[in-house]
C-alpha cells in the first residue's frame, strides 16, 4: 500500500511537470497571435492566461516558476518583449499571477467557478501591484521614472480587453476542464474527511 501511493505521488509529480512545461510552451507561442506587437500584447496579455492556468492546475509553485521563466526565456528566444525593464518586470509579475492564484485555489474551501473567479481577481490584483513596484525600482537603477499615472495605463486602463478576456476564458476553460473530468471541481473538506476514512482503515499502511 505504501509503495503503491509513493508510486502514485510520483505519477501525479511527473504529470505536473508535463502540464507546466506545456503552460510554459503555450506562453511562448500565444503572443504570435497578437503578431508581437508590443501595443496589442499590452492589451490582450496571452502570456497570462497560460500561467495563471498553471497555477491553478498544477499548484502556486509550477505557477510560480512558469510564471517567472515564461518572459524571461520569450525575451532571449524572441526578442519580444524587450529584457530590461520589461520582461524582467513581466517574471516578478507573471510569477506572482501563478503563485497566488495556485496558492489561494488550491486552499478554496469549495472548488468550483466562483472560486475560480476569486482567485483569478485576487491574483491579478497581486500581481498588478507586484509590477508596479518592480517597475518603480528597475527604472530608478536606470535612472528613469515609473510615475502613478504610468502603472495605471499599464496595469488597468491599456489592460482591460486582456483583463475581461481572462475574466471570461479562464472560468470557461476551468469548466471546461471539470465537465471533462480532468480537472475536476470537489469540496476541501469532503477530500480531507476521505482521507481520514482511508487513513482510519489503513492505520499501519501509512
Do not use: D
Not at 150 to 179: C, E, R, S
Amino acid at each position: 500500500m505504501e509503495h503503491e501511493k509513493k508510486q502514485e505521488m510520483r505519477h501525479e509529480q511527473v504529470r505536473k511537470m508535463v502540464q507546466a512545461a506545456v503552460f510554459l510552451a503555450l506562453g511562448q507561442l500565444l503572443p504570435f497571435v497578437t503578431g508581437q506587437v508590443p501595443q496589442i500584447g499590452s492589451m490582450l496579455l496571452p502570456m497570462h492566461i497560460p500561467v495563471i492556468l498553471c497555477g491553478m492546475i498544477c499548484g502556486g509553485g509550477y505557477g510560480l516558476l512558469v510564471g517567472i521563466i515564461c518572459p524571461l526565456l520569450r525575451s532571449v528566444l524572441f526578442g519580444m518583449p524587450a529584457l530590461f525593464p520589461t520582461a524582467v518586470a513581466m517574471a516578478f509579475e507573471l510569477g506572482t499571477y501563478g503563485f497566488v492564484s495556485g496558492f489561494l485555489y488550491s486552499r478554496s474551501r469549495w472548488q468550483c467557478i466562483a472560486a475560480v473567479e476569486k482567485c483569478l481577481i485576487a491574483a491579478m490584483a497581486a500581481g498588478r501591484v507586484v509590477w508596479g513596484i518592480a517597475m518603480t525600482v528597475l527604472m530608478a537603477a536606470a535612472g528613469g521614472v515609473f510615475t502613478f499615472q504610468l502603472f495605471l495605463a499599464g496595469a488597468f486602463l491599456n489592460a482591460i480587453p486582456g483583463i475581461i478576456l481572462q475574466l471570461i476564458f479562464i472560468p470557461a476553460f476551468m469548466l471546461a476542464l471539470h465537465k471533462a473530468g480532468l480537472v475536476p471541481f470537489h469540496h476541501r473538506n469532503k477530500n480531507l474527511n476521505n482521507l481520514e476514512r482511508e487513513t482510519a482503515s489503513h492505520p499501519h499502511s501509512y
